[in-house]
C-alpha cells in the first residue's frame, strides 16, 4: 500500500533552516509529482511546493518563494524540504502528498515544525 512518512520536523528559532524528509513506498515513486502541504492551527491545508516527476520543474506557493526548496531522490524514494529563514508564520504541520498542487490522493501523517524564539 502507499506509504509516506515524513521527519525532520522541530522547534528552530525565527531564521533558522531546516531540511524536512519523505520516504515513499509502495508505488513507483518516479512516476509522481509530489507535493509538501502544510496545516497551521486553526487554519485550512495550505499548498507549499511541487516538484515534477523528473526533479527538474518546482512550483512554489508565494509564501515560501525563495526560502524553501523542494527536491527528490528518485533511487531512494525521497522527497526533501529544505527550508530557510524561518518565520513563526511557518509553523504548521507539513505533509508530503502524491500528487501536484491541484490534486493530491495520499498523504503522511506530517511532521510539526515549530518556530519561535
Known amino acids: 500500500q502507499v506509504q509516506l512518512v515524513e521527519s525532520g520536523g522541530g522547534l528552530v528559532q525565527p531564521g533558522g533552516s531546516l531540511r524536512l524528509s519523505c520516504a515513499a513506498s509502495g508505488f513507483p515513486f518516479s512516476l509522481y509529482y509530489m507535493s509538501w502541504v502544510r496545516q497551521a492551527p486553526g487554519k485550512g491545508p495550505e499548498w507549499v511546493s511541487d516538484i515534477n516527476t523528473g526533479g527538474f520543474r518546482t512550483a512554489y506557493a508565494d509564501s515560501v518563494k525563495g526560502r524553501f526548496t523542494i527536491s527528490r531522490d528518485n533511487g531512494k524514494n525521497m522527497l526533501y524540504l529544505q527550508m530557510n529563514s524561518l518565520k513563526p508564520e511557518d509553523t504548521a504541520l507539513y505533509y508530503c502528498?502524491?500528487?501536484?498542487?491541484?490534486?493530491?490522493?495520499?498523504r503522511g501523517q506530517g511532521t510539526q515544525l515549530t518556530v519561535s524564539s
Open positions: 502528498a502524491r500528487g501536484d498542487r491541484t490534486f493530491h490522493d495520499y
